[in-house]
């Protein structure tokens, strides 16, 4: 079988990207990846990682440095505001024909450092602070002018440039744009207590979380039901977090308001939006993946790792055909109802836990979708 691609355009470099580059050049795909910022440097604080997205990243070749440089674990536990325990939920472990952890966390610039050593580590020809210019389609190819000045010829261009694509308004201008859910989410890393081994939970009017990421740091993260995305003077926002975590009176938790003012805290914020765009991702020769055509909230910790099986299912289909709009299409069909499982029962779970909803719904959604979630890709 010869593959459908031999030369293919990457544009994004963030985890999708990185991965659909991956992929197809272990294969011998010609692959170039450009991304607009010169500095490759992803912002963020941690990233939980679903026992799903653990099998992907063994998939891609890159778990045991992720287990090496991040925090493995199973299970999570969830308290009251208090802190009395309700429940420990056990997690399942993928299926996968290898033992594959149920989860873990990483902070997201060593895993995004991890991919892009991979990335380079496959032959992948790397191209930083440029972005395509112009690009013209044709019955043999796909020709793209870049804003260097260079010219180059492609079977296949990927979209991967997230969840505010510009390719995704240029050549898609009937999808629909990030809708925002009135809810933010507060980030922070903290050093990690020792009684904390696991994702653990604090339900009450919000939700708190915190997740290991490492043997000495964790974590933090806070949900906050905003009506508006107004800006917030940074200046102001380990004020804010402690402000909101005042609500939660949990010993560990009021414990690490102090951490909140170091500048090791690294305090991120940021209105949540989601995006679920219809099929088809793909016209002619560009295909859209990721956060470009389904963007989530954090609410079942998939976002990243439904991007990463998207980009693992995109080369394989191409890998597999000789005819490029079969598996572009095959690729579709696969992703489409796993993908939107994750957007629209995360929008759910916001707004149970915005209302005070039913928390027998919201147990039952994650069970679920993790179970759905943990099954074959």
């Known amino acids: 079988m010869i593959a459908a691609v031999s030369k293919v355009l990457v544009i994004g470099g963030g985890f999708s990207g990185m991965t659909a580059a991956i992929q197809l050049a272990r294969q011998g795909v010609e692959v170039d990846l450009v991304e607009i ?174 997740n290991p990421i490492s043997e000495t740091h964790m974590y933090m993260f806070l949900m906050e039901n905003r009506e508006f995305s107004e800006w917030i003077d940074p200046a102001s926002w380990p004020g804010e977090m402690a402000r909101l975590l005042s609500e939660f009176p949990a010993p560990i938790l009021q414990a690490l308001v102090p951490q909140l003012h170091e500048v090791g805290a690294n305090i991120d914020y940021r209105p949540l939006s989601n995006l679920l765009v219809p099929l088809p991702w793909h016209k002619g020769r560009i295909v859209l993946i990721g956060d470009t055509v389904h963007a989530t909230t954090p609410h079942l910790a998939s976002g990243a790792g439904i991007g990463i099986e998207s980009a693992i299912v995109l080369a394989e289909e191409l890998l597999a055909s000789s005819n490029l709009q079969t598996a572009l299409s095959r690729f579709e069909t696969r992703r489409w109802e796993r993908c939107q499982l994750v957007v629209e029962n995360s929008a759910r779970l916001c707004e149970i836990e915005k209302s005070g909803g039913d928390k027998e719904e919201h147990a039952q959604i994650m069970r679920e979708s993790t179970a759905t979630l943990a099954e074959p890709i």
């Open 37 to 210: 910022d010169p500095l490759w440097c992803p912002l963020g604080a941690g990233i939980t990682l679903s026992g799903p997205t653990l099998r992907a990243l063994d998939t891609v070749g890159i778990l045991e440095r992720v287990a090496g440089e991040g925090y493995l674990s199973t299970n999570f536990d969830v308290f009251s505001p208090a802190g009395d325990l309700i429940v420990q939920l056990a997690l399942r472990p993928p299926v996968s024909d290898k033992p594959i952890p149920c989860g873990g966390g990483i902070l997201r610039p060593v895993l995004a450092r991890i991919f892009a050593d991979r990335t380079r580590e496959v032959g992948t020809r790397v191209r930083l602070g440029i972005t395509y210019d112009s690009v013209i389609e044709h019955d043999d190819g796909i020709d793209v002018s870049f804003t260097d000045g260079t010219t180059e010829r492609y079977d296949l261009v990927v979209a991967a440039d997230g969840v505010h694509s510009r390719t995704r308004k240029d050549f898609f201008p009937e999808a629909p744009s990030p809708k925002p859910i009135h809810q933010s989410v507060w980030r922070a890393v903290l050093k990690r207590p020792p009684e904390i081994v696991r994702p653990t939970h604090w339900l009450g009017r919000t939700k708190v979380g915190v």
